[in-house]
Structures are given as C-alpha cells and as structure tokens.
C-alpha cells in the first residue's frame, strides 16, 4: 500500500481551489484543513503546498493579501477570484468524470 | 478580466521582485512557527520542536527555487543571472573582449553597408505605382557577334516601339525613353548649363503613377516633333530656381529654342537617375526622318502588364509584331526578338555583378571573423575547463553550461554589432558617394529593414560563434579534466585538433577571398595598362555643345570649328589639338550599317555590316598619333559638299576588304544622308571602351558641317595637361562666351572613370581580403601560443633531455604550418570553382591564372610562417628547469 499522501496528479489545485471556496485562508490552515477533512489522510507536503500556491496566484485562479492571522502574526491569506470559481467548477466536474471513470475500472473487475 | 488580473501580477513580479522574495521566506516562516507551536503543543521541548519542524519542512532553500520558480518572469531573470555572469568574465579578460568585439563590428559593419546597398540597388521596389507589373523591353538580336558578351539588350527603334504598343495588347501600356542633352539658358540667354535630360512619351508618368509635385504632366498633344513642353526635375527646380513655383507656365531656353515649363516632377523621382535634370515629351526635338525608322535604336521601353496577362503570353504578342518587323526590314538591323528585364536589374546594369560578388566576399568574411572568434572563444573554454568541471560537478546541466557560453558570444556579437552599425552608417554613405555607377544612390540608407538584417546577422554570428566552442568544452569528458593529474596535456588534445580543424576552414576561406581579390586586381592592373591605339599621356579633354539656333548652317558651325582650332593651335603649350565626335576610350558614340558599292548583294536573311561611327577634323588622327596604314588622312578641302569621303579603321578593312585595298572603293550609308562615301585612307584601331573588343570605326570629315552636339576636343601638351585647361576655356569663352564647356579631365581621367566600376569593386575585395588574411594570421598566432602554452612541461622535458633548440623549433613550426597547408590546399581547390564565377568580370586574365594562384600561395604561406615563429622560437628559448617547476 502506497503512502496515503500520495496525491493523484494534478488534483491538489482541485483541493485547495475548494478549500478556499467558503473563505480565505494561509497556506498553513489550508494544508490543516485538507488533512482534516480528509479525515487525516491527505496530507499535503510544503513542498507541494507553497509552489502550487504560488502557480495559481500567477494564474489568477486565487489572490493573497497580507493580513493579521488568529495569532496576531502578519500572515498571507489566499482568497479565490472570480476567474478561480469558474475554474473549481471545471475542474470538479473534471474529477467527477475522471474518479467515476476510474471507479468503473476497479470496481469492474 | 483574468488576464488583466494576469497582467497585473506578471508587472508586480517583474518591478517588485525583491520584495516578493522577502515575503516568501516571511510566508515559510510563519508556517514552520505554527508548525512549532504545533509540536510544543504536543508535548515537545523547544528545541525538539524546532528540529522537528524543519524536519518535516524538508530542504527550505529547494522549497523557497521551487515556489519561485512558479513565479513568471523565471526566464529573464535566467538570462540576466548569464548576462551578468558573461559580463563579468569578459571584462576580466579585456584584451580578448576588445579583440573580439573590434572583429565583429567590422565584419558585420562591412556586411551590413553591403547589404543596405544591395537592397537599394537591387531589390527594394521602385517607387511606382505597383512596380510589380512594370518590365523593361528590348530588342534582342540573334547573331552570334551580339551575344558573345552575354548581354543582349538592344535599345528599342521608334517605330518598333509604336507598332508594339498599337498592335499588341497583353499590357496595359507602353512608354519609350530616349537620352537626351541640353544647353539650358534663361529667357534672357543667361547662365549656360549643360544638362542631362530624357525625353519620355507622354503617357510614362501617369503609367508609372508619377504625378507632378507642381503643374502637370505631359499631354498627348504635346508628345509631338515640334512640342516644346518641358518638366523639370525637383533638384533642378530647387537649384536654378530658388524653389519658385512661379516657374510653371514660364519659359526656358533648350538649345536656344524657348521651352514652356509645364511641371515639376516630385522630389523623390530621381529615374533613371539623380543626374537627369529635366524631361521633354519623347518624340520633342526628333529629327523627322527618323521617326517611322525600325533600326534607329535609341530608346528604352517600359511597360506596364496586364493584371490578368501573363508576362509570356504578352509578350508572345510583341515578338510576333517584331519578328514581322524583321522580316519586313531585309539586312537592316532589326531585331529577330524582345527580351524582357527587371526594371531593377535595369538600373543596376554593370553594378549588380560586382556588388553580388562584393556581398559574397563580405559574407566570406564574417565567415572568417566568426570563426576567428570561436577559435579564441575554444581557447578561453580551455583555460576555464577547470571552473566548467566543476559547475558541471555541482549540478549544473549541460544546457545551463551552453547557455552561458553562448551568452558570452551573444554579448561579443551585440557590441560588435552595434559598433558594425555605427560604422555601416558611414562606410554605406562613403560606398554610395564613391562608386559612381551605382543607381539611385540618394535613395541608399541605413533603415528599419537594414536594422533587422543587422539583428539577424549579429544572433547568426552569435551561434556561429559560440555553438561549437560551447559544445566542446562542456561535453563528458570535462569531468575527466577532475580526475586529471595537472601534468597530463591528454584531455587537451580533442580541443587543439577542433582549434586546428576551425582554422583551417578560416583559412581555406582566406584563400579563396585572396584569390578572387588578386584575380580581379590583376584584371584591373590589365584595363588599365590596355593599350588604347592612340597617345593617352599629356592630353586634356573637353566636350562643348553648340546651340543648333546659333549654328544654324554648315559654314558657320565650320568657321566656328576652324576657328577654334586656330586659336589653340596657336597656344603656347599645345602641341597639338584634335577636334572630333568623341575620343578613342570615351564610350561608343553612335553605330551605322553600310553597304560596300563594289560587292555582290547579301544573301536574303543576311544582316547589313554594322560600324562604329566618329567624325574628326584632318588634324585629329595626328594629334592623337592614330597611324595611318594606307591612303590619306582628311585635307581641309575635304569639306561641306566636297566632304564625301571616309576614313575606316584597320578591322574594318580586315574584316569587309579581306585581300584587297581598300582605298578607292565606295561605302553607302542607308540611314546617314543615303549617300555614297568614297574611302580614302585607313587608320589604326583605337578601343571605344577599355575592357571592350575592338569594333570597326568609320570616320566622316567633321568640316562637313553638321555636327553640333558633343563635340570633343583632345589637346596635347608638353606637361601637365591640367595647368592648359583654363587658357583653353577662356579661348572658347573668347568665341562664344555663351559656350558651357563640360567634362574637361585629362584623357587619363577620363579612361579611368569608365574603369571605375572594375576598380571599385577590385580594391574594395582586396580589402575585405587583407582583412580576413589578418584574422587568419591572428587566428594562427593564437592557436599556436595555446598550444605552445600546453606542452610548456613537455617541451621542457624534451630539452632537459637532450633535445635542441633547432628540433624543439621544427616541431613547433610543423605544427603550426600543418593547418595552413590543409588550408591552402583545401582553399586552392575551392578557388578553381569561386573563380569561374567572377569569369565574366575578368578581362585580360584566365581565372586559373597561375601567377595569382602562385602570389597567393606564398603570401599565405609567407604570413603563416611569421605568425608561427613568434611562438615557435619562444618555445625553443624555454629554460627547461623553469617549465619543469612551473606547475
């Protein structure tokens, strides 16, 4: 059995595009919030985390502001744009099609 | 709006970098704190949860590349981390840099000025309306003695050029140009000019799209013999009066006949070129006579294609009617066939040869000089192995390596393209000032497209370059380079055999460049040292006009003639004065065909025989020491009604009067007065034009009265003939002081302006020649310290154990000898082929001309040599202890 934060390929844009959908966030609690709604499973690398945050900056997907975090500290929380909703969308309907897909295959045999 | 949002961060990224950079490590900070706070929640102490931490970060320098690399812009920033790098490591090496780049701004300086004339010359579009569809037609004749020169476009008949244009229809229009020359003079007579000018049918302008910048063009009904409209063109207009557009509607003197100013032509229209200063309509001024002819050849014709026609098929149309013309014309000289031209190649005539051949040499050398460069730039990957290893070692790719390389080169070639503009900028305006031949030289500028051109060359030569020297020294075996004792020269070796394979190619191609230079020089030397067949030294000459209102009838334009002839005769300095219709090297002065009384008919389908024509006084073949061979040279009787005799050359009388003498016999000229001419004496060939075949030459008596225009006087004098030129004019001036005088040059001069051209283009390879040959001894010089620099310790050896100096000094020499024969041979063989391309543009010489082949040869060896001993005798100097403790 592989590592349970194996992350299928080009999906981690999907997550973090639909944790930020209900409000912004910091590259800290989103990692936390990905490993805890995936019931501790997903568990994303800072490796992957802060590039991947930063691609979708670039892109217009998200937009970050500098703000006060929980603890008082200036933190840098990601917010989705408007282009960003469009794109979760597409991609969400993407995954769905994409994991039934796959679901067929494996429950197939 | 997301790409506006795009846009905005993309600006933001770019300007505020740093500060992006900062905020980064701030956001990676925050979240290994939380991360800590996390795991001292959990128990940890606070260094445990430290560690743990940055544990579970992972490598934060690789994360902080990772996340920055996601930024935009990663590639510029790429390229100016390699451009700050290259900068570095070239200005600590100034003299290479200097060098290199001092070499490139001449290479492409010089290849870009060619270009930029090129493109003028031949292939930018003329300023019409869409030049696209407009084509020159000529007249081509089939015989073999027309097309021996491989250039067969015979000027167009008048009433050629009528019928094409009434009976074919495959283009849209005709228009016919003829040469033609005025003295100008105010209403008032004042201020006589001699001046170019062209006489153009009345619908040239609106078929090429011209209109007049102030006035009008030509009408129909003005296109006629005794027309007298007249445009001017802007530079005349501007020059001679002030600018004053109350000129158009007035009048000026042609010739002494009043003219009415009708235009001006617009100042950017300098066809067929920038020294024509007025137009009259074409058939304005024509002798009568001449116009329904078919084989007076005077005319050029342009046209103007139908959209739908193909260029074939209308002209087809027009070989049928001239071929019919042919037919018609029994004997006399009109054409069989119409050859079309490119009205570019038109204008370029005699130049578009030479400049091809000076854009291939300039090519040759860029060649040269990029090569140059990469040799120096292999040296320099030799000496930095080391540094390159181990880049290499750390993780460097091979592609990053290149890149940086290649950046270096790119810099050398921008700075040395940069310097090349500058310089193209002043060798361009020097080249169109310079080469008289070239057309449309105002029109020749540096401009956008050239700055392209010049972009281009400098990326080309930047590759050129900087590739191979690139790929050589970042391959696999760098690393071996580490392993490496310091002593072994082994890893060197595959770099000194690609120097040594580089400088032979650079030298090859030197060879070829000194080739084609000596060749055409010697081609040169050839036209120069030609000998005339009449005296060159010690004569001035000068053309004068008379105006044909003044000279009205024989008797005067004689007392005129005689007159002046007298007072110079009578000149202190003169020894003798030839007056005639043009001199022996001064250019073809008009041809006739004749008939011989006393032979059988032609055969049906044979052509008339065709003769140069001239006039000249009875004095003019003495003066210009023409030797008589038989019979008698012109008297003074020889005069108005009396004048029917004539005077032929010795080809003429080789070539019509084989086996028998030709005094006494009787020549008819069809077209000059349809009279009988008796022969009385035969005189030495002269060349019409240096480099061209001797042509027959008939001589009229110019007493007989009729020859007013183009006049020319050859006078010779015991010194320089300069110092006369002034009393003779004021002679003139003393007879008619309303006379201009032009062209006044001494004969030598005057030969050497027809040679220009040849001379240009001659010097100008051997300079571009000389050059490369510098770059290659350079080239040499380099290769071969290098190499002496590499086996120091190896030499060092050899003389501690016992080898001479002599051995130590041939074996350095050999070595360095050994590419420049490979290059001498290999470039040899490729001139056997480069030569036979300039074939054409030698005269006098064989393109395997073995004292050229010889020269060259030794030259190259000579320099060779010279820039093998320096190094060679410094390694045969080397004190064997010093090299042995050097490393």
Same mark, same amino acid.
């Given at each position: 059995?592989?590592?349970?934060?194996?992350?299928?390929?080009?999906?981690?844009?999907?997550?973090?595009?639909?944790?930020?959908?209900?409000?912004?966030?910091?590259?800290?609690?989103?990692?936390?919030?990905?490993?805890?709604?995936?019931?501790?499973?997903?568990?994303?690398?800072?490796?992957?985390?802060?590039?991947?945050?930063?691609?979708?900056?670039?892109?217009?997907?998200?937009?970050?502001?500098?703000?006060?975090?929980?603890?008082?500290?200036?933190?840098?929380?990601?917010?989705?744009?408007?282009?960003?909703?469009?794109?979760?969308?597409?991609?969400?309907?993407?995954?769905?099609?994409?994991?039934?897909?796959?679901?067929?295959?494996?429950?197939?045999? | 709006?997301?790409?506006?949002?795009?846009?905005?961060?993309?600006?933001?990224?770019?300007?505020?970098?740093?500060?992006?950079?900062?905020?980064?490590?701030?956001?990676?900070?925050?979240?290994?704190?939380?991360?800590?706070?996390?795991?001292?929640?959990?128990?940890?102490?606070?260094?445990?949860?430290?560690?743990?931490?940055?544990?579970?970060?992972?490598?934060?320098?690789?994360?902080?590349?990772?996340?920055?690399?996601?930024?935009?812009?990663?590639?510029?920033?790429?390229?100016?981390?390699?451009?700050?790098?290259?900068?570095?490591?070239?200005?600590?090496?100034?003299?290479?840099?200097?060098?290199?780049?001092?070499?490139?701004?001449?290479?492409?300086?010089?290849?870009?000025?060619?270009?930029?004339?090129?493109?003028?010359?031949?292939?930018?579009?003329?300023?019409?309306?869409?030049?696209?569809?407009?084509?020159?037609?000529?007249?081509?004749?089939?015989?073999?003695?027309?097309?021996?020169?491989?250039?067969?476009?015979?000027?167009?008949?008048?009433?050629?050029?009528?019928?094409?244009?009434?009976?074919?229809?495959?283009?849209?229009?005709?228009?016919?140009?003829?040469?033609?020359?005025?003295?100008?003079?105010?209403?008032?007579?004042?201020?006589?000019?001699?001046?170019?000018?062209?006489?153009?049918?009345?619908?040239?302008?609106?078929?090429?799209?011209?209109?007049?910048?102030?006035?009008?063009?030509?009408?129909?009904?003005?296109?006629?013999?005794?027309?007298?409209?007249?445009?001017?063109?802007?530079?005349?207009?501007?020059?001679?009066?002030?600018?004053?557009?109350?000129?158009?509607?007035?009048?000026?003197?042609?010739?002494?006949?009043?003219?009415?100013?009708?235009?001006?032509?617009?100042?950017?229209?300098?066809?067929?070129?920038?020294?024509?200063?007025?137009?009259?309509?074409?058939?304005?001024?024509?002798?009568?006579?001449?116009?329904?002819?078919?084989?007076?050849?005077?005319?050029?014709?342009?046209?103007?294609?139908?959209?739908?026609?193909?260029?074939?098929?209308?002209?087809?149309?027009?070989?049928?009617?001239?071929?019919?013309?042919?037919?018609?014309?029994?004997?006399?000289?009109?054409?069989?066939?119409?050859?079309?031209?490119?009205?570019?190649?038109?204008?370029?005539?005699?130049?578009?040869?030479?400049?091809?051949?000076?854009?291939?040499?300039?090519?040759?050398?860029?060649?040269?000089?990029?090569?140059?460069?990469?040799?120096?730039?292999?040296?320099?990957?030799?000496?930095?192995?080391?540094?390159?290893?181990?880049?290499?070692?750390?993780?460097?790719?091979?592609?990053?390596?290149?890149?940086?390389?290649?950046?270096?080169?790119?810099?050398?070639?921008?700075?040395?393209?940069?310097?090349?503009?500058?310089?193209?900028?002043?060798?361009?305006?020097?080249?169109?000032?310079?080469?008289?031949?070239?057309?449309?030289?105002?029109?020749?500028?540096?401009?956008?497209?050239?700055?392209?051109?010049?972009?281009?060359?400098?990326?080309?030569?930047?590759?050129?370059?900087?590739?191979?020297?690139?790929?050589?020294?970042?391959?696999? %075996?760098?690393?071996?380079?580490?392993?490496?004792?310091?002593?072994?020269?082994?890893?060197?070796?595959?770099?000194?055999?690609?120097?040594?394979?580089?400088?032979?190619?650079?030298?090859?191609?030197?060879?070829?460049?000194?080739?084609?230079?000596?060749?055409?020089?010697?081609?040169?030397?050839?036209?120069?040292?030609?000998?005339?067949?009449?005296?060159?030294?010690?004569?001035?000459?000068?053309?004068?006009?008379?105006?044909?209102?003044?000279?009205?009838?024989?008797?005067?334009?004689?007392?005129?003639?005689?007159?002046?002839?007298?007072?110079?005769?009578?000149?202190?300095?003169?020894?003798?004065?030839?007056?005639?219709?043009?001199?022996?090297?001064?250019?073809?002065?008009?041809?006739?065909?004749?008939?011989?009384?006393?032979?059988?008919?032609?055969?049906?389908?044979?052509?008339?025989?065709?003769?140069?024509?001239?006039?000249?006084?009875?004095?003019?073949?003495? %003066?210009?020491?023409?030797?008589?061979?038989?019979?008698?040279?012109?008297?003074?009787?020889?005069?108005?009604?009396?004048?029917?005799?004539?005077?032929?050359?010795?080809?003429?009388?080789?070539?019509?009067?084989?086996?028998?003498?030709?005094?006494?016999?009787?020549?008819?000229?069809?077209?000059?007065?349809?009279?009988?001419?008796?022969?009385?004496?035969?005189?030495?060939?002269?060349?019409?034009?240096?480099?061209?075949?001797?042509?027959?030459?008939?001589?009229?008596?110019?007493?007989?009265?009729?020859?007013?225009?183009?006049?020319?006087?050859?006078?010779?004098?015991?010194?320089?003939?300069?110092?006369?030129?002034?009393?003779?004019?004021?002679?003139?001036?003393?007879?008619?002081?309303?006379?201009?005088?032009?062209?006044?040059?001494?004969?030598?001069?005057?030969?050497?302006?027809?040679?220009?051209?040849?001379?240009?283009?001659?010097?100008?390879?051997?300079?571009?020649?000389?050059?490369?040959?510098?770059?290659?001894?350079?080239?040499?010089?380099?290769?071969?310290?290098?190499?002496?620099?590499?086996?120091?310790?190896?030499?060092?050896?050899?003389?501690?154990?016992?080898?001479?100096?002599?051995?130590?000094?041939?074996?350095?020499?050999?070595?360095?000898?050994?590419?420049?024969?490979?290059?001498?041979?290999?470039?040899?063989?490729?001139?056997?082929?480069?030569?036979?391309?300039?074939?054409?543009?030698?005269?006098?010489?064989?393109?395997?001309?073995?004292?050229?082949?010889?020269?060259?040869?030794?030259?190259?060896?000579?320099?060779?040599?010279?820039?093998? %001993?320096?190094?060679?005798?410094?390694?045969?100097?080397?004190?064997?202890?010093?090299?042995?403790?050097?490393?």
């Amino acid at each position: 059995m592989g590592k349970p934060n194996d992350l299928v390929q080009g999906t981690l844009d999907l997550l973090i595009l639909k944790t930020l959908r209900l409000e912004p966030m910091h590259g800290w609690a989103i990692g936390k919030r990905i490993q805890q709604v995936s019931g501790e499973v997903l568990q994303v690398q800072q490796g992957s985390l802060y590039p991947a945050l930063h691609r979708l900056e670039q892109q217009g997907w998200i937009k970050a502001k500098w703000a006060e975090s929980e603890t008082g500290r200036q933190a840098k929380f990601y917010s989705l744009t408007g282009a960003g909703r469009g794109q979760l969308e597409k991609e969400t309907a993407n995954w769905a099609r994409l994991s039934a897909a796959i679901d067929l295959i494996v429950t197939e045999a | 709006m997301r790409w506006f949002a795009q846009l905005q961060m993309r600006i933001q990224m770019l300007v505020r970098r740093t500060a992006a950079m900062v905020r980064l490590d701030d956001e990676l900070r925050f979240h290994v704190d939380h991360q800590i706070e996390e795991n001292i929640a959990a128990g940890m102490s606070q260094e445990e949860a430290h560690y743990a931490a940055m544990r579970v970060f992972g490598n934060p320098a690789l994360l902080r590349d990772q996340a920055h690399s996601a930024w935009s812009w990663t590639s510029l920033e790429l390229l100016l981390r390699d451009v700050r790098y290259a900068v570095r490591t070239l200005i600590r090496t100034p003299g290479f840099s200097l060098i290199s780049v001092a070499v490139m701004s001449l290479c492409i300086g010089a290849t870009t000025s060619l270009f930029t004339v090129v493109r003028s010359v031949l292939l930018r579009p003329l300023p019409f309306r869409d030049p696209g569809h407009l084509v020159m037609l000529y007249e081509h004749f089939r015989d073999s003695r027309s097309n021996q020169e491989g250039f067969n476009y015979n000027t167009v008949a008048p009433a050629d050029y009528s019928d094409w244009r009434a009976q074919t229809h495959g283009f849209e229009d005709m228009a016919a140009i003829r040469y033609w020359q005025f003295n100008l003079t105010g209403e008032r007579g004042e201020l006589p000019e001699e001046v170019k000018a062209r006489g153009g049918s009345w619908n040239l302008f609106p078929m090429l799209g011209v209109p007049a910048a102030i006035g009008r063009t030509f009408t129909e009904s003005e296109d006629r013999l005794d027309g007298t409209a007249v445009m001017l063109t802007w530079n005349l207009f501007e020059r001679r009066f002030a600018g004053d557009a109350s000129i158009v509607g007035r009048q000026v003197h042609l010739d002494g006949k009043p003219y009415t100013v009708v235009g001006v032509l617009p100042q950017w229209f300098t066809y067929p070129d920038a020294k024509v200063q007025l137009w009259v309509p074409y058939l304005s001024g024509l002798p009568p006579d001449i116009v329904p002819h078919h084989d007076y050849h005077f005319s050029t014709v342009v046209a103007r294609l139908r959209p739908d026609v193909s260029l074939a098929r209308a002209l087809s149309q027009v070989e049928a009617v001239q071929y019919r013309l042919h037919s018609e014309n029994l004997h006399a000289p009109v054409a069989e066939d119409v050859a079309p031209r490119s009205i570019n190649d038109d204008l370029a005539r005699d130049v578009k040869k030479p400049l091809l051949i000076l854009m291939c040499a300039v090519a040759c050398m860029l060649l040269i000089g990029c090569l140059n460069v990469a040799n120096l730039l292999v040296a320099r990957g030799a000496a930095r192995q080391r540094e390159t290893a181990i880049r290499g070692a750390l993780g460097a790719q091979r592609w990053t390596l290149i890149r940086g390389q290649l950046t270096e080169s790119l810099l050398i070639c921008l700075a040395g393209g940069g310097g090349g503009v500058l310089l193209s900028l002043a060798a361009t305006q020097w080249m169109a000032s310079t080469w008289k031949d070239l057309p449309n030289a105002v029109g020749i500028h540096v401009d956008g497209v050239v700055l392209g051109f010049a972009c281009a060359l400098v990326f080309l030569a930047a590759l050129l370059a900087g590739l191979l020297p690139a790929i050589s020294s970042t391959g696999k %075996a760098v690393f071996a380079t580490l392993q490496a004792a310091s002593r072994t020269t082994s890893g060197n070796l595959s770099r000194a055999t690609l120097r040594k394979t580089l400088l032979t190619v650079e030298i090859a191609v030197t060879v070829v460049l000194l080739i084609g230079a000596g060749l055409l020089l010697r081609s040169f030397v050839r036209l120069r040292s030609t000998d005339l067949g009449c005296v060159t030294g010690n004569v001035l000459t000068l053309d004068l006009s008379l105006p044909a209102q003044k000279y009205g009838s024989p008797e005067k334009v004689n007392a005129f003639n005689e007159a002046l002839l007298e007072k110079l005769r009578a000149l202190p300095g003169a020894r003798a004065v030839a007056l005639g219709s043009s001199l022996p090297g001064e250019g073809y002065g008009g041809d006739d065909v004749f008939t011989i009384k006393e032979h059988p008919p032609l055969k049906p389908g044979e052509l008339l025989p065709d003769a140069l024509i001239r006039m000249a006084e009875p004095g003019y073949f003495s %003066a210009l020491q023409i030797p008589l061979l038989t019979g008698r040279f012109f008297t003074s009787d020889d005069r108005l009604d009396h004048a029917g005799k004539i005077i032929i050359s010795d080809r003429l009388a080789r070539q019509f009067f084989p086996g028998e003498n030709p005094v006494g016999k009787t020549i008819h000229v069809p077209a000059y007065k349809d009279a009988d001419y008796e022969i009385v004496g035969v005189v030495g060939d002269t060349l019409w034009q240096v480099g061209k075949p001797v042509e027959p030459t008939m001589y009229w008596p110019i007493l007989e009265g009729s020859l007013v225009r183009g006049i020319s006087l050859a006078i010779r004098t015991d010194s320089d003939p300069l110092a006369i030129s002034v009393p003779v004019q004021r002679q003139i001036a003393a007879l008619d002081p309303a006379l201009p005088v032009s062209d006044v040059l001494t004969l030598q001069q005057a030969i050497g302006d027809s040679l220009g051209n040849a001379s240009f283009s001659a010097k100008l390879v051997l300079a571009f020649a000389s050059l490369s040959l510098l770059l290659a001894a350079v080239g040499l010089f380099g290769v071969l310290s290098y190499l002496v620099a590499q086996r120091t310790s190896e030499i060092g050896i050899r003389v501690a154990l016992g080898a001479q100096r002599e051995q130590v000094l041939r074996l350095v020499l050999l070595d360095g000898l050994r590419p420049a024969l490979f290059g001498l041979v290999f470039g040899l063989a490729a001139s056997m082929g480069a030569a036979r391309l300039i074939q054409s543009m030698l005269y006098g010489t064989k393109p395997l001309d073995p004292s050229v082949f010889a020269a060259v040869s030794a030259t190259l060896l000579l320099v060779a040599a010279v820039a093998c %001993a320096v190094p060679a005798w410094r390694a045969s100097r080397l004190d064997p202890m010093q090299a042995l403790r050097m490393e």
